[in-house]
């Protein structure tokens, strides 16, 4: 088996596309998609400043373009005023909570959809109970599965190892030791685990 890891942050909107986009592609049967669920702001905070500078407007109106055109492509709806949450703590908390009981995938499809296609504040507990809800998982347990410690240290562990691995944003890729960011990079990340799995056979 081959396994690729995908660090992701729910509040950012190429994590969204490069989820979406993921599910799309042709993988073999013998290549999983392991998400980790990470905070993205954190990882911006310690190793990449520079992303909280202000673009150049022509840098501005070609990021808008470009994830326009990938939205187009891939069919994807995208809110017309859809905004990153001020804090996605919470919502990544629910992610890795989601992971343990199974149900990853679904809930943070349901809570990137509320976000960049409906334009929901991940920041609202009510959006993350209702993508909660929308992903199959017990109501009764939306609450408390926040607040298992584990949960807190397995997200906290999953943004120190992407900064420890290289990684300064997302969504970014890893095949063993070797690193893909963002969305743009997912063919190659195919065509990597197609290799992997040729000098294996």
């Not at 993921?22 to 392991?34: G, Q």
């Not at 326009?68 to 905004?83: R, S, V």
């Not at 919470?90 to 009981?101: G, H, K, P, Q, S």
């Not at 991940?122 to 609450?143: I, N, T, Y």
Request: charged fraction near 20%; charge should be negative.
């Amino acid at each position: 088996m081959i396994e690729i890891e995908g660090f992701i942050d729910c509040s950012c909107v190429w994590a969204y596309v490069a989820f979406k986009h993921a599910a799309r592609l042709s993988f073999s049967p013998e290549v999983t998609v392991r998400w980790r669920p990470v905070l993205v702001q954190e990882v911006f905070d310690k190793v990449n400043h520079a992303v909280r500078q202000a673009l150049p407007p022509a840098k501005q109106a070609y990021y808008q373009r470009d994830l326009a055109q990938w939205a187009d492509y891939l069919e994807l709806p995208l809110a017309p005023d859809a905004k990153p949450a001020k804090d996605a703590a919470e919502c990544m908390l629910a992610c890795v909570a989601a992971d343990r009981l199974g149900a990853l995938e679904a809930f943070a499809s349901a809570a990137m959809s509320a976000a960049w296609a409906e334009g929901r504040d991940l920041a609202d507990r009510q959006v993350l109970a209702d993508a909660w809800a929308k992903a199959g998982l017990p109501a009764v347990m939306f609450e408390s599965s926040l607040a298992w410690p584990a949960t807190k240290a397995e997200l906290v562990a999953n943004t120190r190892e992407l900064m420890a691995r290289g990684g300064f944003g997302v969504p970014t890729f890893f095949i063993g030791h070797d690193m893909y960011f963002g969305n743009d990079s997912l063919p190659l990340v195919e065509r990597a685990a197609r290799m992997r799995l040729r000098l294996t056979a």
